[in-house]
């Protein structure tokens, strides 16, 4: 876990040191609704208690699970203000966790994301290394920086798609461009004010990593997010990512590992640029909320196909 | 904030870091239940949030709680293995809170908390400096090492007392101390297994600190512990410690912060010593828990009046 942005929210990553204990975490949660989201681990924590997963206390079903957590502050956004994640959400989340594709866009933690003036929500990118190794990342943008060149109106990171991952995304029409400048020169200044951003999100690889390389990896994985938003790690976002490795495949030797990381903070950059793309505007302006325009309603011009 | 044992369980701990934004808590939670103690929080934000106390967030009323908190590893002492303090339970505890003396021994946090082979529980001391300021400390001890020195049976701390305060602690009897060893080697080997410790606590001031000042004075106050305890910042310990400075004084130079350190961790030493000494026995071996003996029923003779 690294923490780069000036206004965390976060929960058991203490442990995460690597000079400490635990060396396995059962879930991450990463969740919406500012401070009081963190909640949604104590659900999460319930779920894995009553299938008996967690680090082990000595008898069968006595474990602790080991759940970090962070937050992002997105509180009035997706609603009225009270609406926030509780532990019965997270209790849900853990009920209704997969191994399908996960969903990406305005769901989850991505509900009330913003990034720049547009809708922010989740986004997810992976890679198979030469070597085998898989490397993958899901993030939740929701920055006080753009995902978005302001002089193109193209994501800062649209470059970094690989093959064809991105060749639907070209620069939008000088007019959309205007639009949008207009737009959010048009805002009221309160729209900008700081408290409610930070982006999360998790790396992970089937590779063999040890707490300290898991660290390492996580912060080069915020390279990735200076790629892809500007500003980033500002104060008023609590930046944070982890990093998870299964140990499925073997331990990577310092060239590979400088290569899986270069890889993650690739991931993640490309996740913040899938997340920009999956976003879809909305209106809560009815319920107390706001309202917030996608990349994709702002330039039609830009996506082909 | 600062961690020195290798098994935290943690909240909202990476906001504390001082180049974050953050400058001021709402409140400090310790509680007992290890990793799902941590939901004790969630009830003292929502306490927080009903009484309009908390980081605002632009309106009146909607503001977003610091809320840090920090457990101790002691499942299955408090009773049933599944007994641990939950939102419900911060809640109550932020209802009850008030600024009448703490309440020592075995309560709170405290409930279900270990050192060595004696109850642990909470303690409490502060001292008011040459220069006006207060320093206190309240301290949960549950450790894996031990508050006595094995040859005398006294409290390691206990000759940091100030004035009479522990003129009243003397060495046990001989017979005491060999009755004590022995029912110490005869107990089986797991009651001494890892995952069952951590010392927490909070020191504070009047005085006026900077977040890392008060970082500092937290690694300092660790320090307190080492005095205190033996072994101590194990594996499996995850000791943590809090500082808080109410700003109410004014700011120390160097000289007076380095006094105002080591007063705060004298302050704790002396209160892992009150801990020691405000425990009771208890047996909650027939509802599953387990029976531990104080300090003060193995060593009747060294205590006067």
């Not at 849900?92 to 996960?102: C, G, K, L, N, R």
């Not at 995902?147 to 991952?165: K, S």
Request: charged share 20%.
């Amino acid at each position: 876990m690294d923490v780069r942005g000036g206004g965390p929210g976060t929960r058991e990553t203490d442990l995460l040191d690597p000079r400490n204990l635990v060396d396995r975490v059962h879930a991450v949660v990463l969740g919406g609704g500012s401070a009081f989201g963190l909640a949604a681990a104590d659900g999460v924590m319930d779920g894995l208690l009553d299938d008996g997963i967690g680090w082990p206390m000595g008898e069968p079903g006595r474990v602790v699970p080991i759940v970090p957590a962070a937050i992002l502050f997105d509180l009035g956004r997706g609603g009225t203000w009270g609406h926030r994640p509780r532990a019965e959400d997270g209790r849900a989340a853990y009920a209704s966790a997969s191994t399908d594709a996960v969903e990406q866009g305005c769901v989850g933690a991505g509900t009330g994301a913003k990034v720049g003036g547009f809708k922010g929500g989740i986004g997810s990118a992976s890679v198979v290394l030469a070597s085998g190794t898989t490397v993958a990342a899901l993030v939740v943008v929701n920055a006080v920086g753009s995902a978005v060149d302001p002089t193109t109106g193209l994501p800062y990171a649209v470059g970094l798609g690989l093959g064809d991952e991105l060749a639907h995304v070209s620069a939008p029409s000088a007019d959309e461009l205007a639009e949008s400048h207009a737009r959010a020169e048009a805002q009221p200044e309160s729209a900008g004010r700081p408290g409610l951003a930070t982006t999360i999100g998790v790396i992970a690889t089937d590779a063999t990593l040890t707490k300290a390389q898991c660290q390492k990896a996580s912060g080069v994985g915020h390279d990735g997010l200076a790629r892809a938003l500007k500003p980033v790690h500002t104060l008023f976002d609590g930046d944070t990512l982890f990093t998870l490795a299964t140990g499925d495949r073997p331990a990577p030797d310092p060239v590979e590992q400088t290569l899986l990381m270069e890889a993650g903070a690739d991931c993640v950059a490309r996740a913040v640029v899938h997340a920009l793309l999956a976003a879809t505007s909305v209106d809560r302006s009815a319920a107390g909320g706001v309202a917030l325009r996608s990349w994709s309603d702002a330039f039609p011009s830009a996506i082909r196909g």
